[in-house]
């Protein structure tokens, strides 16, 4: 029996590292279910595992999955009840974002940051593609950067084809299980590229025509970084439905007005009509913005329509 950990999954195969840098090929055994969790993958990349390994070739059987720290996961429909782990054991997210080029909606950012907050799991934004910019696009960045430094995340301006400095994202990832996500076509293959020449993944230009990516990364994979850590590309996502969020409880989700709930007059205040609400007095006040109110209203109403 060997320990590995899981780098690629594609639902059905799987990529193991092991020992002192081997790669095995792996399926799972028949039965193999996660316990707690129905309709879904039960293996994601991330995963630490044992597996039964052929003596002669680098295949083999995975037979367990070791207990996860955390995992992450998205809806694989509005509808469906389906639910996929996009990645197991993560120490941090980045959400990489673009001004244009495509233009990630502040919505999409908020979906993203509450999600993280309900797994417990550190974000940051990395804006992408600077060199992009005129000074109205570089105003709205400022813009959203300065509003989310506020709450506490961290915030990253970045060019991969212009100024390519990345030493502060790498003191960032540094010796950590990193997951970038974002809408197809913001960079993220290109910021893995840079950061590991030796990996020479696919990326491709967006069109002009839908100003989207094309969906080039179609799996979730974890790559060794030279200066230690590990990146888990994933495909672009369109948006980002938020799984199983108790109505009462999706406010602890936006730390500002989380902070701000504690004046509230009622206890169970959901910060709509209800009187003497002191978030709603911070949006007024610009305390808290506007936009992040909006986002946290229509996820309170469920409207996952547009984030699949
Ligand atoms: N101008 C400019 N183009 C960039 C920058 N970063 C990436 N690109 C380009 O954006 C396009 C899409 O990049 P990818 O790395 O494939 O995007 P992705 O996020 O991996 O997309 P999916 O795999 O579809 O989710 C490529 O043509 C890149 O060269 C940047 O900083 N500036
Ligand atoms: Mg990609
Ligand atoms: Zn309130």
């Known amino acids: 029996m060997e320990k590995g950990l899981v780098i690629k999954s594609t639902g059905s195969r799987y990529k193991i590292l092991f020992g002192k840098g081997s790669i095995a090929e792996c399926t799972i055994k028949g039965k193999l279910r996660v316990k707690e969790l129905r309709n879904t993958n039960p293996i994601a990349v991330g995963d630490n595992v044992l597996f039964e390994k052929d003596t ?33 054991n993560i120490d941090q997210v980045f959400l990489m974002a673009t001004i244009i080029l495509p233009e990630t909606p502040v919505e999409f950012i908020d979906r993203f940051l509450a999600t993280a907050e309900a797994y417990r799991i550190p974000a940051k934004i990395i804006f992408n593609k600077t060199d992009l910019y005129g000074s109205q696009e570089l105003e709205r960045m400022e813009f959203l950067i300065s509003l989310y430094t506020k709450i506490g995340y961290k915030c990253f301006r970045l060019s991969l084809t212009k100024e390519k400095n990345t030493e502060l994202l790498k003191i960032a990832m540094a010796g950590k299980i990193n997951l970038l996500s974002g809408n197809s076509g913001v960079g993220k293959t290109t910021l893995l590229n840079l950061l590991n020449p030796a990996l020479n993944l696919k990326t491709e230009i967006i069109s002009d025509y839908h100003k989207q990516g094309k969906h080039i990364t179609t799996f979730p994979e974890m790559h060794l970084m030279p200066f230690g850590g590990y990146i888990i590309d ?21 730390p500002e007005i989380f902070r701000k ?48």
Not at 274 to 295: F, K, Q
């Open 234 to 254: 994933t495909p672009g996502i369109r948006g980002f439905g938020v799984f199983d969020m108790d109505r009462k409880e999706i406010y602890h989700f936006f």
């Open 56 to 88: 002669d070739r680098n295949s083999g059987v995975i037979t367990e999955v070791l207990e996860r720290k955390n995992y992450i996961i998205r809806k694989a429909s509005n509808l469906s009840k389906q639910a996929q782990i996009i990645a197991a």
């Open 261 to 308: 709930s504690k004046d509230c007059r009622f206890y169970n205040c959901l910060h709509l009509e209800e009187p003497g609400c002191a978030v709603r007095s911070s949006v007024e006040s610009g305390d808290i913005d506007p936009l992040r109110y909006r986002s946290y209203l229509n996820i309170l109403e469920n409207d996952n329509r547009k984030y699949r």
